[in-house]
């Protein structure tokens, strides 16, 4: 990062982790996302933000030698894609519930209908379905260039932590 | 730290990925296999936390080894995973992942592991789940 506007970057950033410690109810929500997929593990395999919409996020992910399970095949391990859904659903149950606030996995389940192909750029969209008062529902899929034709589909709940004093 | 002598003669499992992590695998005197991912700042999630998907990315690598030591591979190529289901039980916090895994089925193509990944106390898993895999 370039020391140019750094202050001001930092600003920026202790408000996003402010967000997402203590939640907002009118968060610059791409800000968000944006920071989060540029810190930690997000940082570390290449997410990216793509779009979103009204209970639903886009991120992608570039394939990588160092993301690969198996050297004999050269196709992108399964991890990668569910830290891109995980990633996604997780957002997409800010944007149905109009607030950023700090959350957690349930459970995360992840079919993989296909091997990616190698090279190409993963696509993964998570929608919330529904947000109860404790608990965000949450499906999306993976897909590598095509929607119609998925490599993967997960389905998963959140625990929407700042309902805590509610359970 | 050993992590060669793996059944059948095989070597240690080649996954980009797992050294990605940062996994490691350790054999105990009774030869029972330990993965280690320790801390490190490239695995965090919401601020304090380990993400959830380096957590599910280390269950997989964990179930990948677990097959690698029992069956031998089909046509030279690691077991894939065909679905994932993972509970989250507490949050991880920065510091060191453990995991073991238990094949629940060794099937011809099919193999389901359960693995459990816990911090300090091996007792609180901060996450349990289950891999089908495919060879």
């Given amino acids: ?167 | 730290m050993k992590n060669t002598g793996m059944p059948n003669g095989q070597k240690t499992v080649d996954m980009p990925y797992a050294a990605t992590l940062g996994l490691r695998f350790e054999q105990d005197a009774d030869g029972e296999w330990l993965a280690i991912m320790p801390r490190a700042d490239t695995l965090g999630g919401r601020p304090g936390f380990v993400h959830g998907g380096a957590l599910a990315g280390m269950l997989e690598c964990v179930a990948i080894h677990k097959v690698q030591t029992v069956a031998a591979p089909r046509e030279g190529r690691l077991a894939r995973p065909i679905n994932l289901s993972i509970s989250y039980l507490r949050g991880a916090t920065h510091e060191n992942c453990y995991a073991k895994a238990e094949i629940v089925r060794l099937g011809g193509r099919i193999i389901v592991v359960s693995v459990r990944v816990w911090q300090d106390d091996p007792q609180k898993p901060v996450v349990m789940g289950q891999v089908s895999l495919m060879r």
């Fill in chain 1, 1 to 167: 990062m370039s020391g140019h506007g750094k202050m001001a970057d930092d600003i920026r950033a202790s408000q996003t982790e402010r967000d997402l410690i203590l939640g907002a109810t009118d968060p610059d929500f791409e800000r968000v996302v944006r920071w989060l997929l540029g810190h930690g593990h997000g940082l570390a395999i290449g997410t990216e933000y793509i779009g979103h919409g009204e209970d639903w996020v886009e991120l992608g992910l570039c394939q990588r030698p160092d993301l690969v399970a198996d050297p004999a095949t050269g196709v992108i391990a399964s991890g990668p894609i569910i830290t891109l859904l995980d990633f996604a659903t997780s957002a997409s149950t800010w944007l149905r519930r109009k607030k950023v606030a700090p959350n957690a996995t349930l459970d995360l389940r992840i079919d993989y209908l296909r091997p990616a192909r190698p090279g190409a750029k993963i696509v993964a969209r998570g929608e919330c379905y529904a947000a109860k008062r404790t608990v965000s529902f949450v499906r999306g899929i993976a897909h590598d260039g095509d929607p119609e034709d998925p490599i993967a589909h997960c389905v998963g709940t959140f625990f929407n932590m700042d309902e805590k004093s509610s359970v």
